[in-house]
């Protein structure tokens, strides 16, 4: 090659896209910020420096953390082995000593003579292929630039993140489906509605205003945007509020009573999540432990299953939906990709996924091969597919769960119908199978 890829950021996107890249036969340049241009979060100038927890989730076989990580160790990433290297006791967890883990990513692409570092702020998109995994803490000045290529309108500072709860765990004997006023797709509502009489409503409030707040993500997180305040930080303003906001009853009735509820939880389906269900509105700041406790309060919720919690925290990312297509190519410039958080995802494994996949397929358009496409059926292929196929209007980041991933066919769904436990470890056994092929 003449012209190296360029590779925008040194975390665990960039370091694994510039990676894949070079051991494809590729030149690349890795533009990291550090040290010249510290953020609010990171502490060093390592390349991979983990800024939150050391943890990269469940080794438990036959759960979806756990395959996106044999899908990634199948493949040669560069930071899944170095993890394995630098790994320290946590139970079933893939936790890492994180100073040891950057040192020795940091040395991994320092010591690859196809790879040059430079310590400087990007300030403008360079030309040729080049894969922008900047991360939530982009410069103000390249953010400035991806809004100019992206369209100001599709590109966010910041996260307001509803939990998303299981579907099977939601009680159907008390939520009930209906859309207000019967507005809806279908007939049968598009909405699952919790109803609260005023004792359940008041008992929620208590318990949502004594819980406890998360730590702050970062330590520069932006102030709150009005569309997507907290719903404690709405119920501090008078307990009526959430009546009148996320949790207002109108338009509904509860088939139960026949009359309206004193208030109301809405679930609404994910797009390509069809075993799972979003609580509209229901972006907080509470402890992970306490948002279990306090939304099993929500009557039909008592024993909800959570595939994700809410969260509010400083984050850039782009509309994927409206701006990629499944290589994470921009679909109107194929010669810039997104990788890492930037582009919509959720959690370390999932950054160094959406890596892998990015600089592979510079790789291969650099080398004048089409990049391909992963399967459907594998974990990295359905969260390409939820980046470049979710719907744009409700788009939220995500990590990687196994509603992500298609279902399996009606006949073993139907076999293994009484056996999740089963159900998971076919879906798993259908993914590498599909990866390998």
């Known amino acids: 090659m003449i ?27 890795l533009h990291e910020m550090r ?7 990171h502490k060093t100038d390592r390349l991979a420096e983990l800024v939150c927890s050391n943890s990269l989730k469940t080794e438990q076989e036959g759960s979806a953390p756990w395959l996106l990580k044999q899908e990634l160790r199948r493949l040669g990433s560069l930071l899944l082995a170095v993890a394995a290297e630098a790994r320290v006791p946590g139970g079933h967890a893939l936790t890492v000593d994180r100073e040891v883990f950057a ?11 196809a790879i040059e570092i430079r310590r400087e702020e990007v300030t403008a998109i360079p030309d040729g292929i080049v894969v922008i995994a900047t991360g939530p803490l982009t410069s103000d000045a390249l ?54 009489d005023k004792e359940q409503y008041e008992r929620f409030l208590d318990a949502l205003l004594a819980a406890e707040s998360a730590s702050a993500h970062i330590a520069a997180d932006v102030a709150y945007f009005e569309a997507c ?45 069809a075993a799972s269900y979003n609580l509209v509105g229901f972006q907080n700041h509470m402890r992970f432990g306490e948002q279990a406790r306090v939304l ?17 925290h400083r984050n850039t990312y782009i509309n994927a939906p409206s701006l990629l297509n499944g290589t994470l190519q921009l679909r109107n410039k194929q010669a810039c990709m997104f990788a890492g ?14 890596g892998l996949i990015a600089g592979r397929n510079a790789a291969a358009l650099a080398q004048g091969r089409e990049p391909r496409l992963f399967p459907p059926e594998t974990a990295l292929g359905s969260l390409c597919r939820y980046i470049s196929g979710a719907d744009p209007s409700h788009y939220q980041p995500a990590n990687i769960t196994f509603d992500l991933l298609p279902p399996l066919v009606e006949e073993t769904r139907h076999r293994l119908r009484h ?13 590498l199978a599909a990866l390998e092929e």
């Open 3 to 29: 012209h190296p890829i360029h590779i925008l950021g040194g975390g665990l996107a960039g370091c694994e896209a510039a990676w894949q890249a070079a051991r494809a036969g590729c030149r690349v340049t």
């Open 35 to 41: 040290p010249a241009l510290q953020t609010p979060a």
């Open 103 to 113: 040192e020795r990513v940091t040395a991994a692409i320092a010591a690859e003579p």
């Open 143 to 196: 953010a400035q630039e991806i809004a100019r290529l992206t369209g100001s309108d599709r590109l966010f500072f910041y996260d307001a993140i509803s939990p998303i709860v299981e579907a099977d765990s939601v009680d159907l004997s008390i939520a009930f489906r209906a859309s207000r006023y019967g507005k809806s797709l279908d007939s049968t509502g598009d909405y699952l509605n919790c109803p609260f």
């Open 229 to 273: 305040l907290p719903i404690e930080e709405l119920a501090r303003r008078g307990r009526e509020t959430l009546r009148f906001g996320p949790m207002k009853p109108v338009g509904l009735a509860d088939p139960r009573t026949g009359r309206r509820p004193y208030a109301v939880v809405q679930l609404r389906q994910e797009n390509l999540r």
């Open 296 to 312: 099993r309060l929500i009557p039909g919720l008592e024993r909800a299953e959570f595939l994700r919690f809410g969260q509010v």
């Open 341 to 354: 958080q930037i582009s919509g995802v959720e959690g370390y494994v999932e950054s160094i996924a959406t």
């Open 419 to 431: 056996d999740k436990r089963a159900r998971h470890a076919e879906v798993c056994r259908r993914a």
